[in-house]
């Protein structure tokens, strides 16, 4: 079955509270470690969760804002300190790539392993072993970017009878026809993976809108999401200061989730003001059921078969 994790790292907005860092969220699958955002002391919070030092590893930046950059130059720096030795890639607005080169002039920030910088673009930014990050602009206050993870599984179940009826031998054939790929066998007989699998699984998607406004590239780019991770800085009692501050209120989040059929909305970026989030999540909830308040350490597991398990960091699990 399809998987993918995601790890909440950081979910503040503005300031870093108690219990609440910045903005950072690790989608996890197949050894791969996707971050996005890098708030503050991230790199504490990378430590917490036991993601691993020296995993597969891409980082991606909605914008140049400190609360959702700051974290970036400590976390290379720890990499380093832990002797992390696989490359790792650095994607965001092309603002990005200055600051990283000022931090390494002026702090001599240096890493034991190749750490690439990438200005980005709406469309596709990587494709890594069968997901798709694809990033989209959103309404912010000066350039700022949402970002779509896309996993799609190369074949269905694999299907061992069908390949002993085919005369296929065993072993490492069968492995890589279960993963897509198509073969040639000693008699010069042609099997293509669809010979011998089942229907393929439906995509898995999560969607991350970084800061915005309410926009049409969140809306489309959130069309029957897995999980939408949405900001949500304010209550409906303060729409003026989210639309001059560019930001999203908790309705507004719980509408796009509800108008683009979206199966889990995780509200996060709230703002210090809320206390515990509750004025946030009840007016969510009036929209939109199917919603939760994202917690530091949070994390969420979606399958292929649409099913979704929830694991607090006080090791509850929904």
Known sequence: MSR??????????????????????????????????????????????????????????????????LGLGGLLLRFSLLGRTKPLSVYGPSELIEYVRMAQDSINLGTTFDTTVYAVEPGTVSEIENVRVTAFEVDHRGHALGYKVVYQKPTGPFLPERAIELDIPKGSIWRKLAAGESVVLDNGRAVNPE??????????????????????????????????????????????LAEERGHMTAKAAAEIARDCKVKLLALTHYSPRYGDGTAIIDEARKVFPDVMLARDLMRITLSSDGTHSIEMPDAQTT
């Not at 790890?7 to 996890?28: A, Q, Y």
């Not at 699998?197 to 969607?207: A, D, E, K």
């Open 195 to 240: 010979d011998v699998t089942g229907p393929q699984p439906p995509p898995l998607s999560v969607v991350y809108s970084g800061d915005t406004r309410p926009c049409d590239a969140l809306l489309e780019a959130s069309k029957e999401a897995d999980l939408l991770i949405c900001e949500a800085m304010y209550t409906s009692d303060n729409a003026d």
């Open 4 to 69: 993918l994790e995601a790890v909440f790292l950081g979910t503040g907005g503005s300031m870093p509270t108690t219990g609440r860092n910045h903005p950072s969220i690790v989608i996890k699958y197949q050894g791969w470690n996707l971050m996005f955002d890098a708030g503050e002391d991230v790199q504490r919070q990378f430590e917490r969760a036991k993601l691993g030092t020296n995993k597969r590893m891409a980082i991606y930046i909605t914008h140049r804002h400190p609360d959702h950059l």
